[in-house]
């Protein structure tokens, strides 16, 4: 007898579920929306405090000299800190809410706040300049590298900074990942308390 659902393709059968509609009081809905706007806020100050003492360490690491390549790569990565904790400002810091704001104008800027944040969380590499912090990363340990090629028992220092890159990737990709399905439930979530509400 054949599978009524076929294993070789979950993404199908995930697709093909039955949904049940969605329920929410507008209070729920309201007190949802400011529950987020807290969260978005609480996360944009954590990512521009973060983004900023990271520019002082590493501006003041910069100011204090050494060769060429490295100071220039501290350079960039410093640069790049401050451009992160703007990014973080412009695409997850949420806009002004009225408690009293009508219904249609919650579930608005609800959804856009999400919007925002998703897209941000699916160009991160692009919008948050990541692409500078590894090249920077990469003047600063390149030089060493290639100085622990007549000396191998350099290269035991390089280790720690490797593990460290190989955890934090594995949790950066995961995290974000996770994110952005959180992201994605909540929009669709909304346009269908939308939908309701207009029919």
Not at 1 to 29: A, G, V
Not at 33 to 56: C, E, P, Y
Not at 116 to 140: E, P, Q
């Amino acid at each position: 007898m054949p599978s009524k659902f076929p294993m070789h393709d979950p993404q199908n059968i995930w697709q093909s579920q039955t949904t049940e509609p969605f329920k929410m009081s507008t209070t729920q809905l309201r007190l949802r929306a400011q529950q987020n706007q807290k969260k978005a806020r609480l996360k944009a100050q954590f990512s521009i405090v973060i983004g900023l003492v990271l520019f002082v360490l590493f501006a003041r690491t910069f100011a204090k000299g050494g060769d060429v390549v490295p100071r220039m790569g501290l350079g960039l990565i410093s640069l790049w800190c401050l451009y992160f904790a703007y990014q973080a400002y412009r695409w997850i810091w949420p806009g002004r809410l009225a408690p009293d704001a009508p219904l249609n104008a919650t579930i608005k800027s609800y959804r856009s706040a999400l919007e925002k944040r998703r897209d941000y969380a699916r160009h991160i590499w692009r919008k948050s300049g990541l692409t500078f912090c590894f090249l920077g990363l990469a003047l600063v340990v390149v030089p060493g590298l290639i100085q622990s090629i007549d000396h191998p028992g350099l290269l035991t220092n390089f280790v720690p900074i490797f593990v460290l890159l190989t955890l934090w990737f594995v949790a950066f990709f995961f995290i974000s990942r996770r994110d952005r399905r959180k992201l994605q439930r909540e929009i669709g979530e909304l346009r269908a308390f939308e939908t309701e509400n207009q029919g």
